[in-house]
T-cell receptor, first 112, second 112 residues
Framework: ETGVTQTPRHLVMGMTNKKSLKCEQH?????MYWYKQSAKKPLELMFV???????ENNSVPSRFSPECPNSSHLFLHLHTLQPEDSALYLC???????????FGQGTRLTVV | QKEVEQDPGPLSVPEGAIVSLNCTYS??????FMWYRQYSRKGPELLMY????GNKEDGRFTAQVDKSSKYISLFIRDSQPSDSATYLC????????????FGDGTTLTVKP
């Protein structure tokens, strides 16, 4: 148990569906992140929230929409995804002023 | 050219062997260096964290940073089957985990 919990662990969705990924951390961290991990590719940073404000968006398609209602919760809303969006989506958090990240277990997403 | 190049592997060793995992990088501004371990179907977990050049030891693990050569290594002594995982190097130039650049990962299998 890392202190960062992601739900669901697995998700299969059609290209016309709308779904949301949830992340929760109880580590007292004030920065949270969404990463995408595809086979044979390095981790790709998607979104960064610091003190609940989005501070970075690495040119992610608009079919991915993040939401950070408070410092403990992070969501990734998904709509009209493509099969190439199938991947492991990882949430992470970090304390202020630290370089290391603490990851959740990930959501394995399959788009059919 | 990638900013961070990691030995691709996969790597297979007998139990008890000394393992060396390596990354090179091109950005001399990197100051913080991390190693993450990722078991199959899990999120990455922080294994080692070092700042600037030098060695850091934690049990059977030693992280080594050579900034002059832009080269980092993770050594595992007396490797165990439970060390079988994918190892990711990561580095950043400031205390902002969201700015980390990750290697592709090296998959290690330790055979009993």
């Amino acid at each position: 148990e890392t202190g960062v919990t992601q739900t669901p662990r697995h998700l299969v969705m059609g290209m016309t569906n709308k779904k949301s990924l949830k992340c929760e951390q109880h580590l007292g961290h004030n920065a949270m992140y969404w990463y995408k991990q595809s086979a044979k590719k390095p981790l790709e940073l998607m979104f960064v929230y610091s003190l609940e404000e989005r501070v970075e968006n690495n040119s992610v398609p608009s079919r991915f929409s993040p939401e950070c209602p408070n410092s403990s919760h992070l969501f990734l809303h998904l709509h009209t995804l493509q099969p190439e969006d199938s991947a492991l989506y990882l949430c992470a958090s970090s304390p202020q002023g630290r370089a290391e990240a603490f990851f959740g277990q990930g959501t394995r997403l399959t788009v059919v | 050219q990638k900013e961070v190049e990691q030995d691709p592997g996969p790597l297979s060793v007998p139990e008890g062997a000394i393992v060396s995992l390596n990354c090179t990088y091109s950005n001399s501004a990197f100051q913080y260096f991390m190693w993450y371990r990722q078991y199959s179907r899990k999120g990455p977990e922080l294994l080692m964290y070092t700042y600037s050049s030098g060695n850091k030891e934690d049990g059977r693990f030693t992280a080594q940073v050579d900034k002059s050569s832009k080269y980092i290594s993770l050594f595992i002594r007396d490797s165990q089957p439970s060390d079988s995982a994918t190892y990711l190097c990561a580095m950043t130039f400031n205390t902002n985990a969201g700015k980390s650049t990750f290697g592709d990962g090296t998959t290690l299998t330790v055979k009993p």
